[in-house]
Nanobody, 121 residues
C-alpha cells in the first residue's frame, strides 16, 4: 500500500520560511515522480513543484525564486523549502506521487492527506 506522510506545515508571517517534508513508501519513491500541490479555499488544486519520474524538476511560475524542491533518496523523502512566503501562499499543501507529476491533477495516482500552511500579513 502506498503511503505519503507529510509534515512541516504551520503558520508564519509574510516573509517567513517553512519546510515541508513528505516521506513515501519505498516502492513508490524509487520508481515514480513526486511533487507538491496546493489548494486554497475556493480554488482548484495546483502544482507547486515536483520531480517527474525521469527526475526533471518542475515548478509553478508563482513560486520560482522562492520555493525549492529537493529529495533525499536514502530517506525516501522529498522536501519543499518555502522562503519569502506571501499571504497568497496560504493553502493546504499536498504531497503527490506517481508516473505523472504535472499540471493535470486528475492524472495523479497518489495523494497525501495534506498539511495546512497559513501566511499572515
Amino acid at each position: 500500500q502506498v503511503q505519503l506522510v507529510e509534515s512541516g506545515g504551520g503558520s508564519v508571517q509574510a516573509g517567513g520560511s517553512l519546510r515541508l517534508s513528505c516521506t513515501a513508501s519505498g516502492s513508490i519513491f524509487r520508481t515514480n515522480g513526486m511533487g507538491w500541490y496546493r489548494q486554497a479555499p475556493g480554488k482548484q488544486r495546483e502544482l507547486v513543484a515536483g520531480f517527474s519520474s525521469g527526475g526533471v524538476a518542475v515548478s509553478a511560475d508563482s513560486v520560482k525564486g522562492r520555493f525549492t524542491i529537493s529529495r533525499d533518496n536514502a530517506k525516501n523523502t522529498v522536501y519543499l523549502q518555502m522562503n519569502s512566503l506571501k499571504p497568497d501562499d496560504t493553502a493546504v499543501y499536498y504531497c503527490a506521487a506517481g508516473p505523472y507529476i504535472g499540471t493535470m491533477t486528475r492524472r495523479i495516482d497518489y495523494w497525501g492527506r495534506g498539511t495546512q500552511v497559513t501566511v499572515s500579513s
